[in-house]
Structure formats: C-alpha cells, structure tokens
C-alpha cells in the first residue's frame, strides 16, 4: 500500500498558519512526523490562489534539507504551479492531479513523460462534471489511458482516482468507487487505484470510524494507494492489517514489524 501524507495542506487551519507566518520549524515537523509514520510520499498543497509557487517551493526546501530523499506529491490546482516546482524536487514523485476537466492533463502530461520516474493522480472526471455513475467513470478511465499512451505516459506511472463523495450526500458514493475500481482491475490488473479517502466522511461526526471503514473496503476492492493521514495509528494500523489478511504481506513481516515500531492505535 502506497501511503501519501495528507497533512501539510495549507486547507488546515493550522497549516495555513505556518505558511502565512513562514513558521519553517512547524512544517519540518510535520513533514518529519508523517515519514517516521512510513509514508512514502508528502502530499504538499499550499492551499492560497495566488503566490502558490513561491509557497510550494518554500516548503520543498525546508523538508528536502532535513530528508533529502523525500518524494513529494505536488498538490495545485495551477499546472504552471506544477511545472515550476517539478525542477525543486531532488527525487521523482507524484504530480496531483490531472482530469478530462481542462487544459490540465495537456500541460503535464506531455512534461510529466520526460520527466524519469515521476507519476500522476488521474481523476476520472471530464468535462462535464462529476460522475454520477460506474459507467461515466469508466468512460474518463479510458479517454485518460488513451490520451496517455499517446503522450508516452505508461500505465504504471498513472494513479487511477474513481472518486469518493461524502456519503451524507451521495449513499452510493462507496459503491460507485469500488464498482470502477472492480472494472479497472479486470481489465488492467496491475494498475493503480489511489484515492483521497477522507473525503467519504466530510459533513459527518466520526469521520474517523467511517475514513477506517472505506479504507478496509477499497482495499479488498483493489485499492493499493491512498491519501491519508499516516499520524493516525488506528488506520495505520488497518493498512497493515489488511495487507495481512489479502496476502499482500506474506507471513506478516510488515505488520509485525510496524507493530514493534508501535505505529499501531492499539497496547501491546
């Protein structure tokens, strides 16, 4: 399982406060909690409309001198902000995100294929707006594998997103995920399946017991990334539980291991 920190995304009250304050010490701190968490990339997002690329580069700095084989997920809106913070980062990593929504995925797309290493979060939404059904995503799905390959972006590099609702609004939202990450898997079996599953739960109380419960479900339905918060020990800990139960990890070396580094919510 792919895990990209969620938490330094300027969204959060108090992340927005260390980046309007330039509180560096803030940031390297959470960035440093979240890899000593295992995540395996940063997702950095500098949440204002304008100066986004001064913001962004400013946060690639601070963390790369403390860990400087970081990978970061580049988290705009803007793919000009994206393009200019690609030349700042020392390791590939993972560009979030590109649609059939825009001029977006035309820009990176073509950058991201001479760029070694790198991949890209492809939501599965056009230019109609959001997917109401299995079948609308499945429709983006293959436009985006279509369009890649004739770029020259190849299926490994590409992190299918089919999209959650927060189910207060949307009850089929959790259904319509795993129905396109079924026929994703059938029809490309080793291809990625990411999503950012805090989004199941907004508007909701608990959100963390739901965030836990889609976590468990979208694995066992082909999901192997995710955006998520690695500081949460109880979905830590379901990641590799999980991974255990679908034979991901064989004999249970990575939950083990992760248990005796006490990344777990629970006693020992």
């Given at each position: 399982?792919?895990i990209i920190?969620?938490?330094l995304?300027?969204a959060i009250k108090?992340?927005?406060?260390a ?7 803030f ?19 500098s949440g204002?409309p304008e100066?986004?690329?001064?913001v962004?580069?400013?946060?690639i ?8 084989d970081?990978?970061?997920?580049l ?6 902000t994206?393009?200019?913070?690609l030349?700042l980062c020392?390791?590939p990593?993972i560009i979030n995100?590109?649609s059939l929504e825009g001029?977006k995925i035309e820009k990176?797309?073509p950058?991201?294929s001479?760029?070694?290493?790198w991949g890209?979060?492809?939501l599965l939404?056009?230019e109609?707006?959001?997917p109401?059904t299995?079948?609308k ?7 985006i ?6 770029i020259?972006?190849?299926m490994d590099r ?6 959650v ?19 994703i898997?059938?029809?490309?079996p080793?291809?990625h399946i990411i999503?950012g599953?805090?989004n199941?739960?907004?508007g909701?109380p608990s ?8 976590l ?13 918060d690695p500081?949460?020990?109880?979905m830590l800990g379901?990641v590799y ?6 034979g991901?990890d064989e004999?249970c070396?990575?939950?083990l291991?992760?248990y005796r ?7 020992k």
């Open positions: 399982m792919l920190g969620e938490k995304n300027g108090s992340v927005a406060e980046i309007r304050n330039r509180d560096g010490a940031i390297r701190g959470l960035a440093s909690r979240q890899l000593d968490s295992r995540a395996d990339y940063l997702d950095i997002c204002v100066g986004d690329a001064d962004l580069g400013w946060m700095d601070l963390i790369q001198t403390d860990h400087p970081v990978r970061f997920s988290d705009s809106p803007n793919p000009d994206i393009l200019a913070c030349p020392k390791n990593g995100s590109v001029d990176i797309l950058a991201v001479g760029e070694k290493g890209v979060i492809a939404l056009d109609t707006g959001m109401e299995v079948e995503r499945m429709e983006s799905f293959h436009r594998v279509e369009r890649a390959a004739e020259g972006v190849s590409l992190y299918f997103d089919p999209l609702f927060t189910v207060a609004t949307s009850p089929d939202s959790f259904l319509n995920f795993i129905g396109a990450s079924r026929k898997r059938e029809e490309y080793d291809a999503s599953l805090s199941i739960s907004h909701l959100r963390k017991t739901l965030n836990h419960a889609f468990i479900g979208a694995m066992m339905n082909g999901m192997d990334s995710a955006i998520m500081l949460n020990r109880d379901g539980a999980a991974e255990a139960l679908l991901i004999y070396i990575e939950y291991s992760a580094e006490d990344l777990f919510g629970v006693q």
